[in-house]
């Protein structure tokens, strides 16, 4: 006996109870539900298939995803075999007005603490490699000149070389492109420069790189607020800023007007990862918040900016940044791993809900003399 046929429409409300659990948004408003074909079978029923497009890296989450649009499109009266394909698209988004975007990059987040000493190496650095791990490919900028750290935490030796003699190639580790000026200079050999030599130095690795279809470029930036920030606010095309902290007043002060200087240059803040939350003794699990507690979330409050995730105080963690090995690659099964995940997940989804940049569609006019 042949069942009332299924309308598209009624694909459409069936997907519109269900959310993305990393957007908060049903598929049809966010526009992920795509290509929706309904088609009759022998047995007088329907058959479903959908694609969902996810405009950000979730690899981890393509099956849970596919999963849970398949079951509740199995609910639909008469709805014989559903098919769900779930893929990822990541595109450029918008930048400062003015700024054109870099060749092969399509969106850059910049890194910042207030200060130094609060993890943002470390959290840049396992940020980067957790995007990778959920599908992005991914290049890191290590734009602290005077202290660059990511050769290191990468595990990464030797020089870049240059294929032209006018663009440097990134160096790779872990599924990483990166460039440092740590690279190109002794380890030992301290950068005696003023402010605009480093700020030329800055503009040369980002725009004399040759970054290879990145979807997403972490910038590392130096603790403050001085000439680099300003640069890049100026002169880099970046699609929002990540603020690092401790929950320790003292830092947050300094974090504080980090992020006020974002504001002030047009740079989205994409939200706050809040470092050293939480030490748990290796010995009797005893919990202590060494550095104050709530700091981040409270700061988030303030100047209603998400708190991205909060990061415990583990030797580990230090460890194997130490070791060339960060966290993300060295337990990828870990609950610190997958805190950045989360993190990497949340600012991506961020990044997604931006208005999109279609400067690459408009064609150049070159204006020449005949």
Known sequence: ????PITEQDVQTALKQLTDPNTKTDYVTAKSAKNIKIESNSVGGNNVSV?????????????????????????????????????????????????????????????????????????????????AAEGASVGILDADIYGPSQPMMLGIAGRPESKDGKSLE??????????????????????????????????????????????????????????????????????GAVIVTTPQDIALIDARKGLKMFEKVGIPILGIVENMSLHICSKCGHEE?????????????????????????DINIRKQADSGKPTVVADPDGRVSEIYRQIARRVAVKIAEKQQDHSAAFPKIVVKNT
């Open 1 to 4: 006996m042949a069942t009332t």
């Open 51 to 131: 694609d969902i497009l996810l405009g950000y890296p979730g690899k981890s989450q393509i099956e849970p995803i596919r999963k849970a649009v398949a079951d509740q499109l199995k609910t639909l009266p008469g709805v014989g075999s559903v098919t769900v394909n779930v893929s990822i698209k990541i595109v450029p988004h918008a930048v400062q007005r003015g700024v054109k975007l870099i060749p092969g990059v399509k969106n850059i987040i910049a890194v910042a603490s207030g200060k130094g000493g609060v993890g943002k190496s470390t959290t840049a650095v396992n940020l980067a490699l957790a995007l």
């Open 170 to 239: 990134p160096m790779e580790a872990h599924g990483l492109q990166a460039m440092s000026i740590g690279f190109l200079i002794d380890t030992e050999t301290p950068m005696v420069w003023r402010g605009p030599m480093v700020t030329q130095a800055l503009e040369q690795l980002v725009n004399e790189t040759k970054w290879r279809d990145v979807d997403y470029l972490v910038v590392d930036l130096p603790p403050g607020t001085g000439d680099i920030q300003l640069t890049l606010a100026q002169r880099v095309p970046v699609t």
């Open 289 to 313: 918040h060494i550095f104050g507690e709530g700091g981040g979330s409270r700061m988030g409050t303030d100047y209603n900016v998400e708190l991205l995730g909060s990061l415990p105080l």
